[in-house]
């Protein structure tokens, strides 16, 4: 790794090195939270959690061949180790440092919903011309972040980062680690209201990374939301704005679903117009295609190659990844939820041509409104052209009956049919009078309900 000496890494982050002077120059060769990921020469960071003391594992690690531990208190091991006052504090400084010595073009991606798919269509475009490091799965917390960061290395050509925040002053730490030369926004949702207040207050907590771009970086932002087509300057430049919407720079138009498979649009770029298909649902996903447009375009790819890397995309798991399993087809989004996401997977599920049955559970961090945004999707859910709500959860009660509520204002019969579990398990035992053969099911939920379970059950069932 780059520079990534015992000695630099030490000053970087403010620790102690206690080594033989012959070890001070070593490089190392990658980062590990996790002692059962380490390898040769591997920096170790031992952190302290709620349940793993990570100390408890120095003797392991050295064992495996670790080059050096970064840790808060003395090994009980003799092993290099850099001596800190915390470990998470100088994990962060550690990938700020290295970030600082790389080349790489580094894509930053954020918004309240769909940002780990944006990540993906991306990444996948910008693969056609260049070598990407992506962030894997949704590493895009304060630990996930720099543990991407490490992974890079100087072969890469662009790093493409997904970052994820809760709180304020966390995305402030995660663009000094970043510093992207392309800031990519989703959009301003309902996530995270328990923390951070208001849609408005999400936009000053989202935009906290602004601060931190490279030089001549550039915004691109979705022109569509309401939030962000507000912000007309950045460092005295315009933002790129991408969407479906006349106002945008990049935009889709022309628009064809193709049912659960995926839609044809047309792209209209700064240079022209292209057509090309989105293999997975849902309009959020031809903006995703659209954002990828405009970030290939940025880099100089054409627009073959940027269609090319449209066209093969493919979903990732817990994210309206479409399952053809023997008796169901299913709609897996039970990675995260919020209101936004919930609809915009409604709207998903009513393209199928089978009977329509939404499973929806609790979505989590809603704040002091959780039961009225319950309600706000049960309500959604009966005026769409579905044929079976089935809410499961505690704060999913809100969401039933609201769901009954409004279908009461229908005509008999006219509404899906209703059903409310507390439990996913409970929901399991009634599965027989649930769904049949051909259904098209969409499961959704936040990640804490566990609903891949439920994923995992109706896609073995004969």
């Not at 003799?78 to 800190?84: A, F, K, N, S």
């Not at 440092?97 to 269509?121: D, F």
């Not at 996903?285 to 995309?313: C, K, L, P, Q, Y």
């Not at 009977?355 to 319950?374: C, I, Q, T």
Request: with cysteine.
């Amino acid at each position: 790794m780059k520079n990534m000496t015992l000695e630099k890494l030490a000053k970087a982050v403010g620790g102690t090195l206690v080594c033989d002077a012959s070890m001070r120059t070593r490089e190392i060769m990658g980062v590990v939270l996790d002692s059962r990921k380490v390898e040769k020469d591997f920096l170790f960071v031992a952190t302290v959690g709620a349940r793993v003391d990570g100390h408890s594992f120095i003797a392991q690690v050295k064992e495996a061949g670790a080059l050096a531990v970064l840790c808060e208190r003395v090994p009980e091991v003799e092993i290099p180790y850099i001596l800190v006052d915390n470990s998470f504090r100088a994990l962060r400084a550690a990938a700020a440092y290295y970030r600082r010595q790389l080349t790489v073009k580094v894509v930053g991606i954020t918004g309240s919903v769909g940002k780990t798919s944006t990540k993906e269509v991306i990444a996948n475009v910008l693969s056609r011309k260049f070598r990407v490091c992506k962030t894997q799965g949704n590493f895009n917390n304060e630990v996930g972040v720099p543990l991407t960061i490490f992974s890079i290395r100087e072969t890469d050509e662009i790093a493409v980062l997904e970052l994820g925040i809760n709180h304020f002053g966390e995305m402030h730490r995660l663009g000094e680690m970043s510093m992207p030369d392309v800031c990519v926004y989703t959009n301003i949702g309902q996530c995270h209201l328990e923390f951070l207040g208001s849609r408005d207050g999400i936009l000053k907590a989202k935009t906290e990374l602004l601060e931190h771009m490279n030089q001549d970086a550039v915004v691109v932002l979705n022109g569509d939301d309401d939030k962000l087509c507000t912000i007309t300057d950045v460092q005295g430049k315009r933002p790129i704005f991408y969407g479906t919407g006349e106002q945008n720079t990049y935009r889709a138009v022309d628009i064809v679903p193709d049912g659960v498979f995926g839609s044809k649009a047309t792209i209209v770029t700064l240079g022209g117009r292209f057509e090309t298909f989105m293999p997975l649902p849902g309009e959020h996903m031809v903006w995703n295609a659209v954002a990828a447009t405009a970030v290939g375009e940025h880099f100089g790819m054409t627009v073959e190659e940027i269609d090319a890397g449209i066209r093969s995309v493919q979903a990732v798991g817990g994210r309206s990844n479409l399952i053809r399993a023997k008796k169901y087809t299913l709609i897996d989004d039970c990675y995260n939820a919020n209101p936004n996401s919930m609809k915009a997977a409604i709207s998903l599920l009513k393209m199928a041509a089978s009977r329509k049955v939404a499973v929806l559970g609790d979505m989590f961090e809603l704040g002091e409104n959780e039961s009225s945004l319950h309600a706000e999707v049960g309500a959604f859910a009966v005026r769409s052209t579905i044929d079976v709500l089935i809410c499961v959860g505690k704060l999913s009660r809100a969401m039933y009956e609201a769901a009954e509520n409004e279908a009461g204002k229908q005509k008999a019969g006219a509404g899906p049919k209703l059903h409310y579990f507390e439990t996913k398990e409970e929901l399991l035992l009634h599965r027989a009078k649930l769904f049949q053969t051909g259904d098209t099911i969409l499961i959704k939920a936040s990640h804490g309900m566990l609903f891949s379970k439920l994923v995992t059950e109706l896609s073995g069932e004969e």
